[in-house]
């Protein structure tokens, strides 16, 4: 296994790098076991397992930075655990308390942190928690038993090219989750689903796919995996709907834009929203901000042209460069939400 002393972080690429150790804990008889520690990162389950069978699995992202001082900064950690304790009470899975999903990240950036990647390399450290239900069943019924594992791994830059706008595409022939579904939920089934129009608009030449409503295909759902917000004038707007997943990405950029004295509107956003808006972005933990240079309704033969010079808009930029500064701890931490260690 290579060590992280070897590795090339400025070329890292995002992708999966083995690191020395994982942290393991089985639910069963009702309770959370103790904490396991493996440097395996296989895992034998049996064959009857309702993750294989039914789709009883979630599972969470997030990231470690090293500051110029030092120091290592994981953002949000607590909004992690409690996003992955709303997907178990939706897909009937025993809660991991908050405190216990702390626990486990302290472990693991431990036993890793020489896979924690240099300030100026511009990497960091992907968090990887993921929950499976084990128990044996046949019958479509909740698992008595599940394990809940996190793993890290060492990740570059997201962007290749640099933080650029690129082009989406609207394809109606596609649904990433139904209404009252699981689509509020981080279950990998979202992702299966999502996979198909994913290619395809890759192979069209687009970054994403933007998802419309499945009931009446008339508003703005989510890009691809990510959170979809627009700028115009002074408001940050982005959709509300019970089939979009609660990005913890969004959530604080919406507290930032407070901050910088914009209004923030979280409603449902007709399609043709898009024709009006002065900026707009993808959000999630892999990139903070993917800024879209256009939307192409490839139905309906439009095109809706966000950016007219080709590059990211001020909002969005100051958006971006704010947050990745509170994660590398470059600006104030002023609302609580890194989790802060000094002997890593």
Known sequence: ???GQQLDWKNLGF????TDYNVRCYYRNGQWGEWEVSSSDMITIPMASTCLHYGQESFEGLKAFRGKDGKVRVFRPEENAARMQHTSRGILMPELPTERFLEALDMVLHLNKDFIPPYESGASLYIRPLMIGLGKQVGVS???EYMFLMFVTPVG?????????SPMAIMRGYDRAAPLGTGQYKVGGNYAASLRSGVLAHDKGYSAVIYLDAKEKLYIDECGPANFF??????????????????ITNKSLMQLAEDMGLTVECRPVHVEELATFDEAGACGTAAVISPILRVDDLDEDKSYVISKDGNPGPICTALYERLRA??????PDTHGWVRLYEDL
């Open 1 to 3: 296994m290579e060590s």
């Open 326 to 331: 509170i994660q590398y701890g470059d600006y």
């Open 15 to 18: 992708g999966y790098h083995p």
């Open 142 to 144: 909740p698992a008595s």
């Open 230 to 247: 627009g700028i115009r004038g002074k408001s940050y707007i982005t959709p509300k709907s019970p089939s979009i997943l609660p990005s």
């Open 157 to 165: 830059a997201y962007f290749k090219s640099g933080f650029r706008p």
